[in-house]
Structure formats: C-alpha cells, structure tokens
C-alpha cells in the first residue's frame, strides 16, 4: 500500500538579528585578557628590576638577569602573535557577507 505523500509546510524567512547582548562569556575573555596583560606587565616589570639590580651591583649573577630578560621579550612576543591572530581573525569575520 503507497504512502500518502504529505503537504510541504510553509518555509519562514530568516529572523531578523537581535542586538548583541552582555554575556558571561565576553566578562570570562576580558578577565582572561586583562589578566594576560598583567602577567606581561610583572613579567616585564620582574626583567627591568633584574637589569637595575644588576647595574647596580646588588645581584651578581649574569644568568639570571638574562633569563628575566628573556621570559620578558618571549612572553612578549607570544602576547603579539596572538594579538595578532586575533585581529585577523576579527578582520575576517568583518568581511563575511550575510
């Protein structure tokens, strides 16, 4: 016995976007960001200390001034390649056409 085939119901239009509204989830990615920078902050505040120690006298050790040096400029570095994926990957969803 056939099936009966059954109406094709009415397709609706696309609904109209809504505003952005304040979530958790952009409070959670701004403390995340905010929290990022001031480890950057310490970290580069903890190198200019170890130069100024090390200039001065106070802290004998070469090495150690370098790798608070180092930690800084890495630290640094890896802030700016993500900083700058995320603005490309902002720049990308710009230009998307809807």
Do not use: W
Request: glycine share 6%.
């Amino acid at each position: 016995m056939p099936v009966p085939i059954s109406p094709i119901s009415t397709i609706s239009g696309p609904q109209p976007l809504k505003p952005a509204e304040h979530t958790k989830g952009t409070d959670e990615f701004q403390n995340i960001l905010q929290g990022t920078i001031q480890k950057l902050e310490s970290l580069h505040n903890d190198a200019t200390d170890a130069v100024q120690k090390f200039l001065n006298g106070e802290n004998d050790e070469l090495h150690s001034t370098i790798l608070a040096v180092q930690k800084a400029e890495v630290a640094f570095d890896l802030g700016m390649q993500v900083r700058n994926k995320v603005v490309s990957a902002y720049q990308e969803i710009m230009r998307m056409q809807m």
